[in-house]
């Protein structure tokens, strides 16, 4: 069975809106529960068509499905499918093909987790701990004491399950058939009820659920996990769970779309000499090498060292971007040789005094207070030395103010 969505459909990757419908139409009538009654693959194929339709007839959905493939990860389908057979055909067929359901569905639940880098990297198997509505093990979701003569027939429908009803369809007035309100198409009513899950078939339990990963997957995607949501009563089915994942952020690495990002963090000199690196990627440790003269912002990429490309071939890259970090703090040989160096190289060093400055000698001890009232002149204190620099960005603005209006 095909499970890519033009396939489905039978339409080529660039129909337009009006082929798409006219593909649904005539596979939803096809399909449909109503003439294909207790036929499951049918009922299969109907639900495919449907979720099919809700996404391609849909501009936005239908982008996204374009671009992250077939599965259910990045389109958000999450609608009943009879609404969206209705919202074509029309009102009354839907209800008709909606009474067909045995029993209570189990709910769908969901989940939020949050996955490493490297389990998306992976495509790991991750467990999942969820409270849920599970079959009650007592009575095996049967409702009544076991051993007991727990159940009579119903009085409603006579033990049939079903009562029958009138309904519009597409193909005239049908006779149809509606689960009996009662014993919800069991056909019996508990008499005794299960002393474990006071008749109700099923029990809260804490159950752990192993969900895989496709390697590739992000934060932001929803997985669906068919049948793992709560257990369905008197046969109906089990809901799904749904799983929404975070990604966590990463000691070393950012994630963008299927490349990472790492930024290198070097010091003037290695920038202006060149020099060799060892970074880390997600394959273990790589070196790189920084030609001489190497431009902060510089990017070197590691091809092949980024995620998987979700559902298709092949992986992104790791950007490693250069980041020229000037010291802060030098040491006095230090300065001297940077202070040579600007000599040779003609880089003129002004060391500007202002009346600040001058104020500062003065009074000495703490004079940031009144370097603030004066921005422009404030930055001046950093090429003096080394002396009290660091600590002037941390505090200035705040103290500044209200020292300045006291
Ligand atoms: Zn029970
Ligand atoms: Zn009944």
């Known amino acids: 069975m095909p499970t890519d969505y033009y396939e489905l459909l039978g339409v080529s990757r660039d129909a337009d809106g009006a082929t798409i419908k006219a593909a ?8 449909h529960p109503d003439r294909n009654p207790n036929d499951h693959e049918a009922e299969e194929r109907f639900k495919q068509v449907n979720e099919a339709y809700a996404v391609l007839s849909d501009g936005e959905k239908r982008r996204r499905y374009d671009r992250f493939g077939s599965e259910d990860e990045g389109v958000q389908f999450g609608g009943d499918i009879f609404d969206i057979f209705s919202s074509v055909f029309g009102g009354g067929f839907a209800q008709a093909g909606r009474a067909r359901a045995q029993g209570q569905p189990g709910e769908d ?67 149809t058939t509606r689960v009996c309100p ?39 995607y ?14 109906g089915p089990d809901g799904d769970l749904y799983v929404y994942l975070e990604l966590a952020p990463h000691e070393h690495f950012v994630r ?13 000199a290695q920038a202006a000499l060149g ?26 990429r590691l091809h092949g060292r980024g995620m998987p490309r979700l559902r298709r071939a092949g992986n992104g890259d790791q950007i490693v ?15 001297d040789l940077l202070a040579s160096y600007a000599d040779e190289v003609g880089e003129e060093i002004h060391e500007k005094q202002t009346l600040l400055d001058r104020l500062k000698d003065v009074f000495g001890g703490r004079k940031r207070r009144a370097r603030g009232r004066k921005d422009d002149g404030a930055d001046d204190g950093e090429v003096d030395g080394a002396a009290g620099a660091d600590d002037d960005e941390d505090r200035e603005p705040v103290a500044d103010e209200t020292a300045t209006r006291a």
């Not at 467990?127 to 004491?145: K, S, V, Y």
């Not at 014993?183 to 809260?204: E, N, Y």
């Not at 020099?275 to 070197?300: C, R």
């Not at 971007?321 to 300065?335: G, N, Y």
């Open 109 to 175: 639940l969901e989940a939020r987790v949050e996955i490493t880098l490297e389990q998306a990297r992976e495509g790991a198997q991750i467990p999942i701990q969820l409270e849920r509505m599970a079959r009650c093990e007592h009575c095996e979701g049967d409702r009544a004491e076991p051993g007991s003569d727990g159940k009579t027939t119903c009085p409603t429908c006579n033990g049939v399950g079903q009562v029958r009803a009138q309904a519009q369809s597409l193909f005239g007035t049908v006779m």
């Open 321 to 335: 971007t250069v980041r020229v970090v000037i010291p802060r703090k030098l040491s006095r040989t230090a300065r």
């Open 275 to 300: 020099s060799s690196f060892e970074v880390p990627t997600m394959d273990g440790p790589e070196v790189i090498e920084l030609s001489p003269g190497t431009q902060p912002g510089a990017e070197v």
């Open 182 to 220: 009662r014993c919800q198409g069991a056909g019996q009513v508990v008499t005794t009820p299960c002393t474990a899950c006071s008749g109700r078939g099923r029990t809260l339990q804490t159950d752990t659920v192993e969900v895989g990963l496709p390697k590739g997957i992000d934060g932001g």
């Open 24 to 31: 649904y139409r005539k596979l939803a009538l096809k399909y």
């Open 256 to 268: 963008d779309g299927d490349h990472l990002r790492y930024v290198l963090e070097v010091g003037p």
């Open 222 to 235: 929803r997985l669906r996990v068919p049948g793992q949501g709560n257990a369905g009563v008197d046969g």
